[in-house]
């Protein structure tokens, strides 16, 4: 089957969902073609081949055009030019956004919605408004809606009464296949508390310069790209850019403990993170911030969650007073991999969408 797939990140962005969605659709044996945009100040044109049926193109478009029409035309225009060629059975779509500047030949494709956030969530005013409007008509067009935790499922029903819609749930996971660096770790001081991941504007500065403050002796070491402004910093929290995704397990393995400290807010509320996952397989203790979809995660002693009567500061100190080291779950690991979650995915895309064999990509 010839699959587009339209992502929210370009390809050389931390690994997350639709990198593991993608090549794992491509080597099921489907065609993929992966599909990014963005404003040009984040975006350049590239395309790319990875030998292994999955080919794409990322297209640097102008920004703020949810703004200016004549901006949004602008794009539609651009879009559709450089994909007029395309051709697909399927559109996989991650991201409403994009979709109006598709070709009319793709918009007319069956669409799977592949909601892995609560995409209201990233906007306010007007522009949350007009996502709305855009999610309501793509959730309403496509052949199938799958969506990455219960939370986001039970609002897209909500919020645009899909009683009778075909909606799946399939979580987010880890790689259990992949190779690992052969280039040793970055050298870090002990103890060491590392964080692998976006810095967001939901990543929780207060919790962590609070307790940088208070325990001088700890570094907070910060792993992967800032989306956003950051604020001014203990000198033992320290900023280290982002790293190879084969790099992240050894480097994770050479930490004290692993956080995950983000604030509690809408958009958070829905993630089943990629990274708790992640974090599991290093058998190094964890301490996160918590909400409900996290409640699957308590059962392993690794795990420690703070904001509930503890503060970011006690957790990292009982985490550093207790086992460095814990056994990993693999059962539960292997239950919850990518592969197993492409399947789960490919399995709502032959069951909703014609596989048309008459045409090449």
């Known amino acids: 089957m010839?699959?587009?797939?339209?992502?929210?990140?370009?390809?050389?962005?931390?690994?997350?969902?639709?990198?593991f969605m993608a090549e794992g659709l491509a080597?099921?044996?489907?065609?993929?073609?992966?599909?990014?945009?963005?404003?040009?100040?984040?975006?350049?044109?590239?395309r790319f081949d990875n030998g292994h049926g999955l080919?794409?193109?990322?297209?640097?478009?102008?920004?703020?055009?949810?703004r200016f029409r004549l901006f949004e035309w602008l794009n539609r225009m651009?879009?559709?030019w450089w994909l007029r060629h395309v051709r697909a059975d399927v559109v996989i779509a991650t991201n409403p956004v994009a979709l109006p500047w598709l070709p009319s030949r793709l918009a007319k494709t069956p669409h799977v919605y592949d909601c892995m956030d609560v995409q209201t969530a990233f906007f306010?005013?007007?522009?949350?408004?007009r996502m709305v409007e855009t999610e309501r008509a793509l959730v309403h067009d496509a052949r199938a809606i799958v969506a990455s935790s219960d939370v986001i499922r039970s609002k897209l029903v909500d919020d645009y009464s899909l009683k009778n819609t075909v909606l799946?749930?399939?979580?987010?996971?880890?790689?259990?296949?992949?190779?690992?660096?052969?280039?040793?770790?970055?050298?870090?001081?002990?103890?060491?508390?590392?964080?692998?991941?976006?810095i967001a504007p939901w990543f929780d500065w207060d919790g962590v310069k609070d307790a940088?403050?208070?325990?001088?002796?700890?570094?907070?070491?910060?792993?992967?790209?800032?989306?956003?402004?950051?604020?001014?910093?203990?000198?033992?929290v320290v900023l280290r850019g982002g790293i190879p995704h084969e790099a992240v397990m050894a480097q994770a393995r050479a930490a004290d403990v692993l956080v995950m400290p983000f604030v509690r807010n809408e958009l958070i509320d829905g993630v089943d993170p990629v990274k708790m996952y992640e974090y599991l397989r290093t058998g190094r203790p964890i301490v996160s911030s918590w909400w409900p979809l996290l409640e699957k995660f308590r059962q392993f002693g690794a795990v420690r969650f703070y904001g509930q009567g503890a503060s970011l500061s006690d957790c990292l100190a009982a985490a550093l007073a207790g086992p460095r080291s814990f056994p990993v779950p693999e059962s539960f690991l292997a239950e919850n991999s990518w592969a197993e979650r492409v399947k789960s995915l490919e399995a709502v895309i032959v069951q909703n969408v014609p596989n048309r064999k008459d045409e090449a990509v």
């Open 2 to 19: 010839r699959i587009f797939y339209q992502s929210p990140v370009a390809q050389n962005w931390i690994r997350q969902r639709p990198h």
């Open 27 to 46: 080597s099921c044996g489907h065609q993929v073609f992966w599909f990014y945009a963005a404003a040009f100040t984040k975006c350049r044109l590239r």
């Open 55 to 66: 080919t794409g193109i990322e297209l640097p478009v102008l920004p703020f055009a949810s």
């Open 78 to 80: 651009w879009v559709s």
């Open 124 to 129: 306010t005013g007007r522009r949350r408004r």
């Open 168 to 198: 799946t749930v399939v979580p987010n996971g880890i790689q259990l296949s992949e190779s690992e660096s052969v280039t040793a770790p970055v050298q870090v001081s002990h103890p060491s508390i590392a964080y692998f991941g976006t």
């Open 212 to 236: 940088a403050t208070r325990h001088p002796e700890w570094r907070f070491d910060l792993f992967g790209p800032c989306d956003g402004k950051t604020p001014a910093l203990p000198a033992n």
